[in-house]
C-alpha cells in the first residue's frame, strides 16, 4: 500500500548516505541533517544543499545556527535536548523552525523556540536499548487534536507498519532508521 502525506521528513547523518536521486517529487521532502560523529566540510555541504534546492527538497540543519547561516539552509531543526530560547529569533529571520519532543513539557517549550512543526515521539514500538514505550496511533491522534502546532509522528517507522501512517491525522511523517536501511524500497512506498 503507497502512502500520501503532504512533507516527509528524512533524517541523515552525513550527506553520503542518501542519494539525492531517490528523490523524485518536488516540494514534499524535506532532510534533517544531525550529523553527530563525522566532520563534512562547509564546501561539501554547500554542494549538498545546492542539489536539495535543485529539486525542490528543504534542507534542515540540526541545532546548529552558524552552520545554518554559513550553508543558508532552508531552516533549523531543534533537537528535545536543546533548552536555547535564542532559537525562537531564526524564525523571525525568514528560517523554518521545526523541534523534536517526547511529552508535553518539551512540546511547550519547542513552541517558545519558534518552532511551527514539532516532531513528536515515538509512535510506534522501537528496538532501542534505552527508549521504552510508545503513543501508538490512538494516542498520537488524541495528542494532535488537542495541539496548537503541527505535530509530525517519529519513531519506529519502517516497510512493515508504513500504511499504518493512512489512520494518522498528521498530514506529514519523520523517517530515520528506515531511511538507513533500506532508502529506495521505503521511498518507493511514498508516491
Known amino acids: ?15 553520503r548516505e542518501f542519494n539525492l536521486n531517490l528523490i523524485k517529487i518536488k516540494n514534499k521532502f ?34 546548529s545556527t552558524k552552520l545554518l547561516t554559513k550553508i543558508n539552509a532552508d531552516g533549523l531543526y531543534i533537537s528535545a535536548s536543546n533548552k536555547d530560547l535564542s532559537t525562537n529569533t531564526y524564525s523571525k529571520k525568514g528560517f523554518q523552525v521545526i523541534g523534536a519532543a517526547h511529552n508535553q513539557k518539551e512540546l511547550d517549550l519547542k513552541i517558545k523556540q519558534g518552532c511551527k512543526e514539532v516532531i513528536f515521539s515515538r509512535l ?13 496511533v490512538q494516542k498520537f491522534n488524541f495528542i494532535f487534536l488537542r495541539s496548537n502546532t ?26 530515520l532508521s528506515a531511511i538507513k536501511k533500506k532508502p529506495a524500497k521505503f521511498i518507493n512506498r511514498l508516491f
Open 30 to 63: 524535506n532532510i534533517i541533517y544531525r550529523n553527530q560523529t563525522t566532520k563534512e566540510s562547509i564546501e561539501e555541504l554547500k554542494v549538498y544543499r545546492k542539489n536539495c534546492k535543485k529539486k525542490g527538497i528543504n534542507f534542515f540543519v540540526a541545532n
Open 150 to 175: 503541527e505535530l509530525i509522528p517519529l519513531g519506529g517507522i519502517n516497510i512493515e507498519n508504513l500504511s499504518k501512517l493512512n489512520s494518522v491525522l498528521s498530514q506529514s511523517f519523520a523517517c
Open 124 to 136: 510506534f514500538k522501537t528496538n532501542y536499548q534505552y527508549k521504552h514505550g510508545y503513543l501508538g
Open 1 to 15: 500500500m503507497l502512502i500520501f502525506k503532504k512533507k516527509y521528513y528524512l533524517f541523515i547523518e552525513n550527506t
